[in-house]
């Protein structure tokens, strides 16, 4: 991307934001500038010769208070939203092209998009929001369009996936730029579509900005991530979650859920078809009926699909009641893109979702071992809610929490775990910079307002040892609290832990 290209690229975009102190924005921004863009930054820290800096104003601190970092670094150009810095640095760095608009994430999403050379314009992406069930649908949805010949990737909290390709996130959503890097590099390996999560902080945010979802969908709501730093209350985060539903052609959204009637309004208000599902909704464009879950060589999910032209049945190899959700969400999807039923069935058949009631498979083992990224009060009470479905003799769950964390979660998980699980085993989960028995302590409390049975094993790999020792046949171990996560943080170390392998490591001891 060429600089004076830039200019063009923001008056078109911000066509009636023009420069606060009445300069011409192209005029002001061109004057003397050539040569090539090669890079994109909002951290000074990455800026390189020839790179843009957009000084985006974050939660922690102010990207304008590191202009001049930038600028040392070698910036070509600087994209800002204050406009006393915007005066000041013009003046002070002559050689630099200065931009000023009133929203930097807006032009930092812009920006990335055509530095990547609108890479998702070339892409058909299907946008998730929700309060749960996003990482779980994606996974699905993605298996089905590979199962049917379209070469899908995943972007989300578990990372990035597109075939042998993975990249670890720090985010659900990535910032605008990262994303766009992402949907770039998806392309160059051969991508055609992508599906991805859409947390309501990245609608906020702006990390999707400019971006046109061939499918935007509404799995459900609940409230969570409200305070300071996120949402200031739940009118805000529905508000926030409901924006993707401007940005979208089509629209699958869960209508049992109490809110679905005001993102039905807004697909209303911008012209978006919808399609939506329910298992309690009579009129629901796909429903899911006769429910079942047993175990047969592995913990298994059956339910019909019912429309007015079609009833098929469906084995989900993911356990419990949220499956069936997520499952018929991910098959009204790919039946709104038109994928035929064969390719559904054979991909949720043999589906699997890494950190998200994940089955670990070994021939050793007497009873089903589920690994989950469970790690608050919400995501425990549903981990126990589905597995519970499958009449289990006992649940013995292996739980600890994260240090540097409130110290109500762990109250809460103790108190579920007490209620629910037959056995818990309380261990380490990410210390981080607290001292272990203090964590463990805060869980007491709240297992201790519970009859439920309990042990302390500090150390996880031993812990979850004992938990294999003592399961017998008709039991179900959970291991809740990491999910997909492959390491273990204490006092700023990483260590590597993946309960895949320390599972498999117990018959090889």
Request: with cysteine; aromatic share 10%.
């Given at each position: 991307?060429?600089?004076?290209?830039?200019?063009?690229?923001?008056?078109?975009?911000?066509?009636?934001?023009?420069?606060?102190?009445?300069?011409?924005?192209?005029?002001?921004?061109?004057?003397?500038?050539?040569?090539?863009?090669?890079?994109?930054?909002?951290?000074?820290?990455?800026?390189?010769?020839?790179?843009?800096?957009?000084?985006?104003?974050?939660?922690?601190?102010?990207?304008?208070?590191?202009?001049?970092?930038?600028?040392?670094?070698?910036?070509?150009?600087?994209?800002?939203?204050?406009?006393?810095?915007?005066?000041?640095?013009?003046?002070?760095?002559?050689?630099?092209?200065?931009?000023?608009?009133?929203?930097?994430?807006?032009?930092?999403?812009?920006?990335?998009?055509?530095?990547?050379?609108?890479?998702?314009?070339?892409?058909?992406?299907?946008?998730?929001?929700?309060?749960?069930?996003?990482?779980?649908?994606?996974?699905?949805?993605?298996?089905?369009?590979?199962?049917?010949?379209?070469?899908?990737?995943?972007?989300?909290?578990?990372?990035?996936?597109?075939?042998?390709?993975?990249?670890?996130?720090?985010?659900?959503?990535?910032?605008?730029?990262?994303?766009?890097?992402?949907?770039?590099?998806?392309?160059?390996?051969?991508?055609?579509?992508?599906?991805?999560?859409?947390?309501?902080?990245?609608?906020?945010?702006?990390?999707?900005?400019?971006?046109?979802?061939?499918?935007?969908?509404?799995?459900?709501?609940?409230?969570?991530?409200?305070?300071?730093?996120?949402h200031s209350d739940f009118d805000d985060y529905l508000y926030c979650k409901s924006k993707l539903f401007t940005m979208c052609k089509k629209a699958v959204i869960n209508a049992d859920s109490d809110k679905a009637q005001y993102v039905l309004d807004v697909c209303k208000e911008y012209d978006v078809p919808v399609t939506t599902y329910g298992c309690e909704t009579e009129n629901a464009t796909y429903r899911a009926e006769n429910e079942s879950f047993y175990i047969d060589g592995g913990m298994k999910t059956h339910f019909d699909v019912i429309s007015d032209d079609v009833k098929e049945s469906v084995e989900v190899s993911v356990p419990g009641k949220f499956s069936v959700f997520n499952a018929l969400c991910a098959a009204s999807v790919a039946l709104t893109l038109g994928v035929g039923f064969d390719h559904i069935k054979k991909a949720l058949n043999n589906v699997k979702v890494i950190g998200r009631i994940e089955p670990v498979e070994h021939p050793g083992l007497k009873a089903p071992v589920i690994i989950d990224y469970?790690?608050?009060?919400?995501?425990?009470?549903?981990?126990?809610?589905?597995?519970?479905?499958?009449?289990?003799?006992?649940?013995?769950?292996?739980?600890?929490?994260?240090?540097?964390?409130?110290?109500?979660?762990?109250?809460?998980?103790?108190?579920?775990?007490?209620?629910?699980?037959?056995?818990?085993?309380?261990?380490?989960?990410?210390?981080?910079?607290?001292?272990?028995?203090?964590?463990?302590?805060?869980?007491?409390?709240?297992?201790?307002?519970?009859?439920?049975?309990?042990?302390?094993?500090?150390?996880?790999?031993?812990?979850?040892?004992?938990?294999?020792?003592?399961?017998?046949?008709?039991?179900?171990?959970?291991?809740?609290?990491?999910?997909?996560?492959?390491?273990?943080?204490?006092?700023?170390?990483?260590?590597?832990?993946?309960?895949?392998?320390?599972?498999?490591?117990?018959?090889?001891?």
């Open positions: 991307m060429k600089l004076k290209n830039l200019c063009e690229i923001l008056t078109e975009e911000f066509a009636e934001k023009q420069l606060r102190d009445g300069a011409n924005l192209t005029t002001m921004s061109c004057d003397g500038i050539f040569g090539d863009v090669t890079g994109v930054a909002f951290d000074s820290r990455e800026v390189k010769d020839g790179y843009i800096f957009v000084a985006i104003t974050g939660v922690v601190t102010d990207g304008h208070l590191y202009i001049p970092k930038a600028v040392e670094n070698g910036a070509l150009a600087v994209i800002c939203e204050n406009a006393e810095m915007y005066r000041q640095y013009k003046e002070q760095y002559k050689n630099v092209s200065f931009f000023l608009v009133k929203n930097a994430r807006r032009a930092l999403a812009i920006v990335s998009k055509h530095f990547y050379d609108c890479a998702c314009e070339k892409l058909s992406i299907i946008g998730i929001t929700g309060t749960k069930g996003k990482t779980s649908t994606s996974f699905m949805i993605s298996k089905i369009l590979n199962e049917a010949g379209m070469r899908c990737g995943i972007i989300g909290t578990t990372g990035a996936y597109f075939e042998d390709y993975f990249e670890e996130m720090s985010h659900s959503t990535p910032e605008s730029r990262d994303l766009h890097a992402l949907f770039a590099k998806m392309l160059s390996l051969g991508a055609t579509h992508i599906v991805m999560e859409v947390s309501s902080q990245a609608l906020m945010m702006y990390r999707v900005y400019g971006i046109e979802f061939e499918v935007g969908v509404f799995t459900n709501i609940s409230p969570d991530h409200i305070g300071e730093g996120e469970a790690h608050n009060a919400m995501s425990m009470e549903s981990l126990f809610s589905a597995v519970k479905a499958y009449n289990p003799k006992r649940i013995i769950c292996v739980f600890g929490c994260g240090g540097n964390r409130s110290k109500l979660r762990r109250y809460e998980m103790g108190e579920i775990s007490g209620k629910y699980a037959d056995l818990s085993i309380i261990t380490a989960d990410n210390s981080r910079f607290e001292e272990l028995d203090d964590i463990i302590a805060d869980i007491l409390i709240g297992i201790g307002k519970t009859d439920g049975k309990y042990e302390i094993v500090k150390d996880r790999r031993d812990a979850i040892y004992r938990a294999i020792d003592l399961s017998r046949e008709g039991d179900i171990v959970l291991l809740a609290g990491k999910g997909q996560e492959t390491y273990l943080d204490v006092k700023g170390v990483k260590t590597h832990f993946d309960e895949r392998e320390v599972v498999s490591d117990y018959f090889i001891r």
